[in-house]
């Protein structure tokens, strides 16, 4: 599951995210995990929290009510984006040639979070912690367009 996560609050925000699942807001950049959670920096105001599908329901509803009065909005995105694990020899380079960003292990190292235009996509990339691994968040409905892109960039 995925939920955005959106605030003027942060320790209300903070504050809600610690009770309900013992999470840290991440700095700029980067990804806090705990066990089978993963909180994704993608503004000042701005997180996606991933989750077990089983418990994104459960999650929306108890942050929502945590967060209260402040202003706070959390949305489950589950169904608009696609994740996609991109693995194996060479995915950063051939990320990278779909991107601006350097995603060499030395400027994208574990836990680095960024946002940017993937072949022409808008989206968020993630290092969950190896160097020839990227996550790879994008809108559904992008989906073919990058799937052809990488198939076509992809050495043989």
């Known amino acids: 599951g995925l939920l ?4 003027t609050s942060m320790p209300a ?18 990804a806090f995990v705990l066990g089978d959670c ?4 993608l503004t000042p105001a701005e997180w996606v929290l991933e989750l077990p599908a ?8 108890d942050l929502s009510q945590r ?28 990320l990278m040639t779909g991107c601006s960003l350097d995603l060499t292990p030395r400027a994208f190292p574990c836990g680095r979070v960024a946002r940017t235009a993937l072949a022409d996509v808008p989206a968020v990339l993630w290092n969950p912690g190896n160097p020839d691994r990227v996550r790879c968040l994008i809108d559904r409905g992008f989906t ?5 892109w ?3 960039t992809m050495p043989r």
Do not use: C, M, N
């Open 67 to 94: 967060v209260g009065s402040s202003f706070a909005v959390v949305t489950d995105l589950t169904d608009g984006l696609a994740s996609f694990d991109l693995s194996g020899p060479g995915v950063p380079e051939v």
């Open 144 to 148: 073919k367009h990058l799937l052809i």
């Open 13 to 30: 925000l903070q504050e809600a995210l610690g009770q309900a699942l013992g999470l840290t807001l991440p700095p700029a950049q980067h």
């Open 150 to 152: 990488l198939e076509g």
């Open 54 to 61: 089983e418990k994104t329901e459960f999650v929306r509803l």
């Open 4 to 7: 955005l996560l959106q605030t």
């Open 38 to 41: 993963a909180l994704l920096w």
